[in-house]
Each structure stands twice: as structure tokens, then as C-alpha cells.
């Protein structure tokens, strides 16, 4: 690449967001698992700027807060109470020229009055926190333009449909070139026409953009500073402007209310699945498949329809996910297979299977060639390779070795109503159905345990547990005590007919039963 490195990256995110109608700050608001901040800030450190700095003012404190956790290095600058985005440029070229002073004084210049005069040189990309479909291919081809031109100003622009409630690029009829740009509310019937806007993107020489923010007044209809209004004061200062026309103009468009948001992240969602797609993955419906940002797929991962792929999510080769699956922050081993699932920071390794319906909560790591059912929960268990819960269980807090079975409906009962506790079962260990293991117990190598026992002792290795009582059978209960019952007159009709195996008491009651017959 011989792209230049910018002096610094500029995003803008002290607006209200008002037409969000939103507690939540508008460049907080996330598409394809990422902050619309988080997009700006994603496309900023790939140009490997000198200095990233993101100005803030509306809800501050949940900005900063949010930008210091998914960007710590990222210096951010307050805007003050004047209003516009020519008064944030000048608030965070203030915080930039603010740091070379203190790089300045950290490195040892301290009493050498010329280091009081440093200041940020060469370009200054500036963005928007709104504006998450701009990627670091557009700021670097704006990039590589401004350098190419010479310019004081390099404007992203574009030609739009409806260029309504946007700055439109004022042309010289002669020689083209760029004179000013008027916002909507200040221009002319005539101005109105012009379908070029601009897209609130620009590299900036820093010489340049420091003079003209000086410069910048509030009389216009807004009675605020505005950005744009440098254009004109950098021409005038004999600088050149270069507009940049966006090649694509829907990748300009920016987050003003929930319908954008929607929109925008539909067409994000789009770009990242396609992406997949050319890297060799399988999507079979992509209108119903959503990948984040942050998923990575290797080739010949297959995606069923109505599959949601979140977070950090990773899938290997020749796994299979879906239908209508929602992974977050889950590895998926190759040659898995996860199927209408629901699952969050798990592990699933390879030529496991998972699903249908199941539930894995966070912690739960299935072992090579493992399987869990379907109407199995899972929380912080680890599953040994070739281990099986198939059925309708719960396994909370629990290491279970290798070749191991769970039967069905087992729970195990982590939960003494104060504290959680761990089970440990080994390999080749045999659980029976519907047992209730109450933690913490440890079942041994090779042990089993029978149907419907409840495990409160540990189980060593070779053992059987089991704990259910002698079954008992009281003959006739149901003619005694549900008389007059669908169940009565069929075991009834059952004892009056058929003799065959049947108990003296319940021979006896067949007597009973025919007797009271004759009467009727
Ligand atoms: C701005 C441009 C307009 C352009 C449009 C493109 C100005 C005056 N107008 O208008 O020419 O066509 O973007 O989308 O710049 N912000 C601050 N501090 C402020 C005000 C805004 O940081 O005091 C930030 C906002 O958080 C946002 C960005 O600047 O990220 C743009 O602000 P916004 O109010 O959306 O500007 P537009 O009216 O869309
Ligand atoms: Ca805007």
C-alpha cells in the first residue's frame, strides 16, 4: 500500500441523537454486534493513524466509558457548549495539539519554549460516529486522493436521489471546481437542485483545518459552527479543494433514526455474508442468515436457514449450523453439527453434534464426537469426547469424562438454594434415566447408576448406585378410590374380562367386579 499514514483520525460523536428517540446515545446503538462508534473506530485504527481522537459531549459519560473499553488508546476531547460540527473539529484539534505538547514535555523538551508551539502535522481524516458502512477502503482511497492532490480539504462526496437535509457541494459553473458548501437550511430554491452532498467526510491538512476552525462563526440558520463552512475559508486562504466522489453512494448514508438502523445494518449484514460466501462458506438462505462483524467462518462451513451468528463466534471446516440457530462468542468444531440451538460461550469440538433444541449456556465445552440432545440445558459443563446427554436433561456445573451416557431426563442439581456445586462423573460411566444427581457427588470410571435414582453419595469406580425402593401394588385402588372414573370403568372392563396373570387380590377383585356386574 502506499497509502500515507494520517497525523490522526477524527470521529464525531457529540450530537443528541434526538431523532433515535433513544435513552441510549445513538452511536451506542450497535448493527452487526458492533457499536456504531465501534464501526467508525474499527475503520480509523485500520489506516494506522498516529492519534485516534473521538469527540464527545451528549451522555459523555457512557460514550467515554464505552469507547475506553473497545478502544483504550483512543484520546477523547469534550466539546464545549457551542454548538456545530466546526466547533467539535476545533474542540478535538485542540485535545490532538494538546498530547504533541505533552509527547513534547514527556520526552525530556521541558523549558524549551519552541516546544510550546508543537502542534498535530499532515492530513486529518474526519468521520462521523454515524456513519458505520464507511470502511477503511473508502477513507483510504480518500486518503491516497487527497495526498495525489495536494489538497488543503479532501471532501467525500456524493450524487444522491434525494439529496434533502444535506450539505450540497457548490460548484464554480466554470471550472467546476468546489466553492463552498451550503447546508440545506441555508441554501437557495437554486441550490436546492444540486443532487451533490456532502458526506460529512474529509482529510484535512492539519495546517489548514487549524486556521480555518479559528475562523468559523454561528451565523447561519442553525446558529451553529459549521464544518463545512472551512471550505470556503480554506479557498479564500488559497488552498486547494479536492472533492472525492463516493463511488458508492449508499456507503455514505448515516444512522439518523431506528428505520436507518435498520436499514444500514441490513445492508452491513449483506456485505458480511456475502463476504463468506467468496471465502468459501455455504449460506444457504442469506436473507435469514446474520453474521456480526467479528464471526469467522472457514471454507465449507454450511449455514441453514434462520441461523444468527454473534459476537466472536467461530465455525471450522465442514460444520454444519442451523436451522434457525443463535450462536454467541461459540467455537464450533469441524465437522460439527449444531441444530436449532441456542447458545452462548461454549465450545463445541469437532464431529460433535448438538441439537435439536437444546440450550448451552455459557461454559459448557462438548468434547470431539460428543453429543447433546435435544431439550438438554447445559451451564458451565464440560462434556468429555464421545460423551452423550441425548435427551431431555439438565447439566449444570459438571465434568463428565469420556465415553460416557447420561440418561434421559437426568438433572443434575447444582443448586442447594445458597450455593452451586461441582459433580464429577468419570469415563465409560452409565447414568440411567431420570436420576437426580445432587451435587456435589462424584460418580466414578466405569460405574452406573439405575433408573430414577437419586444420587446423594458418591458412586466409586465399577459401582452401581441406585436407591429406589421396592415397587408397590395395591390391587383395586383405582375401583375403590376413583369410582365412577374413565380409569375405573376401564380397568373394570380390563379385570372382568381377562383372568390371565393376575393376582389373587386381583382375582378377587375380578369376582368383585363380576358380582357387582350381576347385580346391575
Ligand atoms: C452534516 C453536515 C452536512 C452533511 C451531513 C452528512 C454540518 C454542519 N453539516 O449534517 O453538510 O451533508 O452531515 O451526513 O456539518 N456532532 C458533534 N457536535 C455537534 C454536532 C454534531 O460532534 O455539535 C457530530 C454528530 O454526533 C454526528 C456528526 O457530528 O456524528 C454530524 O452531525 P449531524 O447533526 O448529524 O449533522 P448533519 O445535520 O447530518
Ligand atoms: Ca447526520
Redesign the pocket.
Known sequence: MSRIRPAAVMI????A?TRMKSATPK?LHPIAGRSLVGHALTAAAQLDPERIVV?V?HEKERVAAHIHEIAPNALLAD?DEI???G??VYCGLSALDATAVAAQVAAGAVGDTAVLDTQVEGAIVVT???VPLVDAELLGQLLDAHANAGAAVTVLSAQVDDPTG??RIVRDAGSGEVVE?V?HKDASQEQREIDE????IYVFDAAALRGAVAQLDQNNAQG?M???DVIAIARREGGRIHPFIAPDAGSVE?V?DRVQLAQLGRIMNDRIVEHWMREGVTVVDPTTTWIDADVHLAPDVTILPGTQLHGETQIASGATVGPDTTLTDVQVGAGASVIRTHGSKSIIDEDATVGPFSYLRPGTHLGADGKIGAFVETKNASIGAHSKVPHLSYVGDASIGEYSNIGAATIFVNFDGVDKHHSTIGSHARIGSDNSLIAPVNIGDGAYTGAGAVIRRDVPAGALGRNSSPQQVVEGWVLKRRPGTPSAAAAHEALRSNDDGLSEGARAERAAANETEGES
Open positions: 464525531l460523536a457529540a450530537g441523537g452511536v469527540v459531549r466539546q454548538p456545530g460540527t466547533r467539535a462521523s460516529g454515524d444535506y450539505g458548501i447546508e452532498i456532502n458526506s460529512g451553529e459549521y464544518l463545512p448515516g439518523n
